[in-house]
């Protein structure tokens, strides 16, 4: 993953929220200005995230440090990915944040790459994409870690795409009307239908939806939604959503789903990453 998504006022509120009146143990023990040298490795198989960001950190700190693999790349149990060495009380500072920040996201990485790995295996061309259900105030954090395990956001949020949901289509005469409209006031944008059956699915394909996003269907019942889109309406994609995970991603792109749409890479276990510090 080759873009910068984080901030400096991002890393100096890291900082700061972990030790906003300094290190009070290394300091009171007389350690702050001791030369220390710090390793970070993984302790299982693991799709790195927000190691860049680590860095940042032991730097922002006072720091030096060098990265030994980059985010997205899948190191092997014991492999350490981060040295940063200098002195103990910026090593101290930036140690758990930059340690937990790279747990969290490699967690979420590791498993968006199993999932992309698991759908791919039967399916090279389907898409593997996720929700919008990030943590408030992590967004730029968790659509990291999923691009760093191979996956891409299907909505950053309301701003930017057009899904329109049954809760949408309660106001409406018919949701061929609310496609329609859609169409009119945001004629470059593709437009998503939500749909809980098969039977849902079949009313609204005269309308020419862009997408049939299938709400906790089966692989059956997708299998049969894709069955009969290719007949009618060949440009319509579908995309299987809700429950989508790595135990049955594989079922769903099997089935002929286009699209994966998942949230299960956000609950991720975190990765776990061994600490070793020591003076230099």
């Known amino acids: ?50 190691v860049e960001l680590a860095r940042e950190l032991f730097i922002a700190a006072g720091a030096k440090a060098d990265l030994l693999a980059a985010s997205g790349a899948r190191v092997p149990k014991g492999d350490t990915f981060l040295i940063a060495e200098g002195a103990a009380g910026p090593i101290f500072r930036a140690w758990k944040v930059a340690q937990t920040l790279v747990e969290y996201l490699s967690g979420i990485a590791t498993l968006t790459a199993d999932i992309v790995a698991a759908a791919r295996a039967v399916s090279p061309e389907v898409a593997v994409v996720t929700t919008r259900k990030t943590l408030p105030g992590a967004k730029a954090q968790m659509i990291a870690a999923i691009r760093s395990g191979g996956a891409f956001p299907h909505r950053l949020g309301l701003s930017e795409t057009l899904l329109l949901f049954p809760e949408h289509a309660a106001f409406l ?36 939806p ?18 009969f889109t290719v007949e009618r309406s060949p440009g319509t994609k579908v995309a299987a959503a809700g429950g989508v995970n790595l135990s049955n991603a594989a079922a769903y792109a099997a089935a002929g789903a286009h699209v994966l749409v998942t949230s299960a890479p956000y609950w991720a276990k975190p990765a776990d990453v061994k600490v070793v510090i020591g003076p230099a």
């Open 173 to 208: 005469v018919d949701p061929a009307e609310g496609i329609a409209l859609l169409r009119r006031q945001a004629p470059e944008k593709k437009v998503v239908v939500e749909v809980k059956t098969p039977e849902e699915a079949e009313a609204v394909l005269p309308a020419r």
């Open 1 to 50: 993953m080759s873009y910068r998504w984080w901030t400096q006022a991002m890393v100096d509120a890291l900082l700061a929220e972990d030790a906003p009146y300094g290190d009070l143990t290394t300091e009171s023990l007389g350690l702050a200005g001791r030369e220390a040298r710090l390793s970070m490795a993984v302790r299982g198989d693991t799709t790195l995230c927000g």
């Open 210 to 227: 862009d997408v049939l996003q299938c709400e906790k269907m089966t692989p059956d019942d997708i299998r049969q939604v894709v069955a």
